[in-house]
């Protein structure tokens, strides 16, 4: 039987020394203010910094709730922008549990938001798609002008088939969600009568 070697965090792919690089990202954002405050341009990002953002982003998007996606490089490439952008408003400052910067959490956190945003927008255009096929005919699809009846029947066939199939996923995304609103009012309601101390304070 072979035994299978545990992987040292340090070893895995995508890991990040966290002190190194909040060290790393404090430094940057000195320079920033100095070059702010003597009005020069401001220093590019280094290798490193965005190497670390990629590797947060990759990380990220290999978890569980985003891997199943099917434009998770699009999410990536939109948590690396958007940390670019949100190291210039890194508050170097910010006191945090231990005293030291945080720097992985907080680029974590606008990865986070940068993925949910990617996966809203993919969505909503995902729901035009399927309005547009579920509302159509078969001459907003293909050319059937030349077409015999025989190949327009067919063809009318195919897009009842996908409207119909349409029509199931939104029922079933409906239900589900029913389902979990139902869920989510029954245990708020079930918490407050835990808390209820009423009846035994009379």
């Known amino acids: 039987m072979e035994i299978t070697k545990k ?9 990040i020394n966290n002190r190194f690089f909040s060290e790393s990202v404090v430094e940057y954002v000195k320079t920033v203010h100095a070059a702010t405050k003597a009005k020069k341009p401001l220093p590019i990002v280094t290798d490193y910094l965005a190497e670390c953002f990629l590797k947060i982003a990759n990380g990220l998007s290999h978890k569980s709730n985003f891997a199943r996606y099917t434009y998770r490089e699009e999410m990536v490439m939109d948590g690396v922008e958007n940390s670019l952008k949100a190291i210039l408003n890194y508050n170097i400052e910010y006191a945090t549990r231990t005293g030291k910067p945080n720097a992985f959490a907080y680029f974590t956190q606008i990865i986070y938001f940068a993925f949910l945003r990617r996966i809203a927008k993919e969505k909503k255009q995902q729901d035009i798609k399927m309005r547009y096929i579920s509302e159509g005919s078969i001459y907003d699809f293909a050319d059937v ?3 015999s009846a025989e190949s327009i029947s067919v063809s009318n066939r195919f897009v009842d088939i996908l409207k119909d199939r349409i029509n199931l996923v939104k029922t079933s995304d409906q239900h589900f969600s029913e389902y979990v609103k139902s869920k989510k009012r029954k245990k708020r309601s079930t918490a407050h ?3 209820d101390l009423s009846k035994i304070m009379e």
Not at 7 to 15: E, F, G, L, T
């Open 7 to 15: 992987i040292k965090p340090k070893d895995r792919p995508h890991y």
């Open 145 to 147: 002008t030349n077409g």
């Open 193 to 195: 009568a835990d808390s």
